[in-house]
T-cell receptor, first 113, second 109 residues
């Protein structure tokens, strides 16, 4: 089934450690996004990429970095995790920047202790 | 600032009709979206409104009034599988999506 694959599904991480959340899509979508979802808050955009080779900062980029070496992959890295980064992380994609439909991955639940 | 408001939780009965409201204040407007999210799963696209009026898609309808900064999602003939959170999002003048916190809908038999 075409879509977005995220890994890991869940992870417990010690504060100060680094972590990369993986995201791969097989729909040949140009635009990809990383969101975090916290209880009582709307989805918040961390970073985005409108096309391979380009990235941009979203609403809450601090403490996170991304890369977009090719169309399919968009990993999110936490260089030195802090407890406030405990969240559910969703990767999403769309055919192009500004397209009407986002397709989301199943999410990665990260707990930082 | 930009703001999307929707009720935190609603309860409805199987077979009934429920209306989930969303009000917004954003910097510009380039469309309003509704997504469904079952517990522990990914959000999935339900509807898109950019012009005033009602968009109907099966048991689900979405309404938009741009002058009032208001939308609602109407779910008819409720089924137990409709128990989920419903997320309202608005695309602003920079084509960024602003998301509401979601409305958790509980369906009772």
């Amino acid at each position: 089934t075409a879509g977005i694959t995220q890994a890991p599904t869940s992870q417990i991480l010690a504060a100060g450690r680094s972590m990369t959340l993986r995201c791969t899509q097989d729909m040949r979508h140009n635009a990809m996004y990383w969101y975090r979802q916290d209880l009582g808050l709307g989805l918040r955009l961390i970073h985005y990429s409108n096309t391979a080779g380009t990235t941009g900062k979203g609403e809450v980029p601090d403490g996170y970095s991304v890369s977009r070496a090719n169309t399919d992959d968009f990993p999110l890295t936490l260089a030195s995790a802090v407890p406030s980064q405990t969240s559910v992380y969703f990767c999403a994609s769309s055919e192009a920047e500004g397209a009407n439909v986002l397709t989301f991955g199943a999410g990665s639940r990260l707990t930082v202790l | 600032g930009q703001n999307i408001d929707q009720p935190t939780e609603m309860t409805a009965t199987e077979g009934a009709i429920v209306q989930i409201n969303c009000t917004y204040q954003t910097s510009g407007f380039n469309g309003l979206f509704w997504y469904q999210q079952h517990a522990g799963e990914a959000p999935t696209f339900l509807s898109y409104n950019v012009l005033d009026g009602l968009e109907e898609k099966g048991r689900f309808s979405s309404f938009l009034s741009r002058s009032k900064g208001y939308s609602y999602l109407l779910l008819k003939e409720l089924q137990m599988k409709d128990s989920a959170s419903y997320l309202c999002a608005v695309r602003d003048s920079n084509y960024q999506l602003i998301w509401g916190a979601g409305t958790k809908l509980i369906i009772k038999p």
